[in-house]
């Protein structure tokens, strides 16, 4: 996939900056492995070669770990002060190492030619200052949101609620809104996260095989591609609790017929997510001219059937036995609500 090969360049170009950032270092710290005659004192072309190495070096850190380790994750608040704190090492190190060349320094050159001297506590500076900036890449790996720590995230523990939807009321720190590439990664988890704790999904748990590179295709395919497909998401902050997926039909004959699929965490059921999610689906559907939503259920799973019946929807049908769950067949409940 070209997503996939992308990902890949940004990972070995990351490598190779930083690897070029540590040639650079050498090369300033000792510049006698280029050949060229060692002379007394430090020159201003060694700081400046030993200030950008030491840059490329922390910047292809920073890429390598986010494109590798935290893709599409947004960053955390420790990641963020980490970037801030290596930044601001490489910018003290800048300050410390060029002073006696700007004039402020304990040291100022005699001459044009002359080769400014650093003194101790400036060379102390420059140590202190790189160490910094090192240790602000070892926090942005370290303090990072992956995937399996996203999955036991804690439930949100503010309930104000500010709104009503058909007299239910929804925490107003939760927003419904259309998915985006970048959730691919959380979106994915809350799916497996719903496999494991419902029994009314289609998949077992573990049985998803959906990989990080195929979930954004998907994505791709449901926000930019086809115009009668979407996907939309409960987005509590810091992970997704509830999902909706809207697939419409892909001959002129079923276009203005969408499929649904949907799902929200057990923490977070009962407050009106879902019946949020159903709402922002039939005003996206009617911008689309949809005249057909539809979804099936099973018969087990009063609360989903409950829900669907409050917006509207009428069952047309049952397949009998279509399901084997926990060595039971089970019926199959086929909704749907015309929509104008």
């Given at each position: 996939?070209?997503q996939?090969?992308t990902?890949?360049?940004?990972?070995?170009?990351?490598?190779?900056?930083?690897a070029?950032?540590?040639?650079?270092s050498?090369?300033?710290?000792?510049?006698s492995?280029?050949?060229?005659e060692?002379?007394?004192?430090?020159?201003v072309?060694?700081?400046?070669?030993l200030?950008?190495?030491?840059?490329?070096?922390?910047?292809g850190?920073?890429?390598?770990?986010k494109?590798s380790?935290y893709n599409d994750?947004?960053?955390?608040?420790?990641q963020?002060?980490?970037?801030?704190?290596?930044?601001?090492?490489?910018?003290?190190?800048?300050a410390?190492?060029?002073?006696?060349?700007?004039?402020?320094?304990?040291?100022?050159p005699?001459?044009?030619?002359?080769?400014p001297?650093?003194?101790?506590?400036?060379?102390?500076?420059?140590?202190?200052?790189i160490?910094?900036?090192?240790?602000?890449?070892?926090?942005?790996?370290?303090?990072g949101?992956?995937?399996?720590?996203?999955?036991?995230?804690?439930?949100?523990?503010?309930?104000?609620?500010?709104?009503?939807?058909?007299?239910?009321?929804i925490?107003?720190?939760?927003?419904?809104?259309?998915?985006?590439?970048?959730d691919?990664?959380?979106?994915?988890?809350?799916?497996?996260?719903?496999?494991?704790e419902?029994?009314?999904?289609?998949?077992?748990?573990?049985?998803?095989?959906?990989?990080l590179?195929?979930?954004?295709?998907?994505i791709?395919?449901?926000?930019?591609?086809?115009?009668?497909?979407?996907?939309?998401?409960?987005?509590?902050g810091?992970?997704?609790?509830?999902?909706?997926?809207?697939a419409?039909?892909?001959?002129?004959?079923?276009?203005h017929?969408?499929?649904?699929?949907f799902g929200?965490?057990?923490d977070?059921?009962?407050i009106?997510i879902?019946t949020e999610?159903?709402?922002?689906?039939?005003?996206?559907?009617?911008?689309?001219?949809?005249?057909?939503l539809?979804?099936?259920v099973?018969?087990?799973?009063?609360?989903?059937?409950?829900?669907?019946?409050?917006?509207?929807?009428?069952?047309?049908?049952?397949?009998?036995?279509?399901?084997?769950?926990?060595?039971?067949?089970?019926?199959?409940?086929y909704?749907?609500?015309?929509?104008?």
């Open positions: 996939m070209k996939q090969a990902t890949q360049q940004l990972v070995q170009l990351g490598i190779l900056i930083a070029l950032g540590g040639v650079l050498l090369i300033g710290l000792f510049p492995v280029t050949g060229v060692p002379q007394s004192g430090i020159g072309l060694q700081i400046l070669i200030l950008a190495g030491m840059t490329l070096l922390i910047l850190i920073f890429l390598f770990v494109i380790i994750v947004d960053s955390t608040l420790s963020r002060i980490a970037m801030r704190l290596s930044f601001t090492g490489l910018l003290f190190t800048a410390i190492s060029l002073s006696d060349v700007l004039g402020y320094g304990s040291n100022p005699d001459g044009v030619e002359s080769f001297i650093l003194g101790i506590y400036q060379t102390y500076g420059m140590v202190f200052g160490g910094v900036a090192l240790f602000g890449a070892v926090i942005f790996w370290q303090r949101q992956k995937l399996d720590s996203l999955e036991d995230a804690n439930p949100i523990t503010n309930t104000k609620r500010t709104s009503e939807v058909d007299g239910i009321a925490p107003d720190n939760i927003e419904i809104r259309k998915a985006q590439l970048s691919a990664n959380t979106l994915l988890t809350l799916q497996r996260k719903l496999d494991d419902s029994p009314f999904m289609l998949l077992e748990p573990y049985e998803r095989q959906t990989t590179e195929e979930q954004r295709e998907i791709h395919e449901h926000i930019m591609i086809d115009s009668n497909r979407i996907i939309f998401v409960a987005d509590a810091y992970r997704l609790v509830g999902y909706l997926i809207a419409g039909g892909q001959y002129n004959r079923t276009q017929t969408v499929h649904i699929r929200v965490l057990d977070f059921s009962g009106g879902a999610l159903f709402k922002t689906l039939e005003q996206w559907a009617k911008e689309k001219d949809i005249k057909r539809e979804f099936s099973m018969a087990t799973n009063e609360r989903a059937i409950g829900l669907c019946s409050k917006m509207g929807f009428t069952q047309e049908g049952i397949k009998h036995q279509s399901l084997y769950v926990d060595d039971v067949y089970v019926d199959e409940l909704m749907a609500k015309l929509l104008g």
